[in-house]
């Protein structure tokens, strides 16, 4: 089965445990769960524990440049 893909491009800077952090990696751990890959794009660098846990989750980020062109 072709694995499918999700692009979150949001404009935060997960630096802590707050709401946003926590719905990010819930999403991305229940979307891996059915065999789909997240992908996001931040508006900076995330924090080293975020950062792990992306890792653990098999997924990339990417830092982007805000507004979007």
């Known amino acids: 089965m072709a694995r499918h893909t999700v692009v979150q491009v949001?404009?935060?800077v997960p630096?802590?445990?707050r709401s946003m952090e926590a719905f990010l990696l819930a999403l991305a751990a229940r979307l891996k769960d059915m065999n789909w890959r997240t992908?996001?794009?931040f508006s900076g660098e995330p924090?080293?524990?975020f950062r792990a846990r992306l890792?653990?989750?098999d997924s990339p980020y990417l830092v982007g440049?805000?507004?979007l062109t």
């Open 39 to 41: 992908v996001h794009v």
């Open 55 to 57: 890792a653990d989750l």
């Open 15 to 17: 630096r802590a445990q």
């Open 65 to 67: 440049e805000f507004p």
């Open 47 to 49: 924090g080293d524990e």
């Open 10 to 12: 949001v404009d935060f």
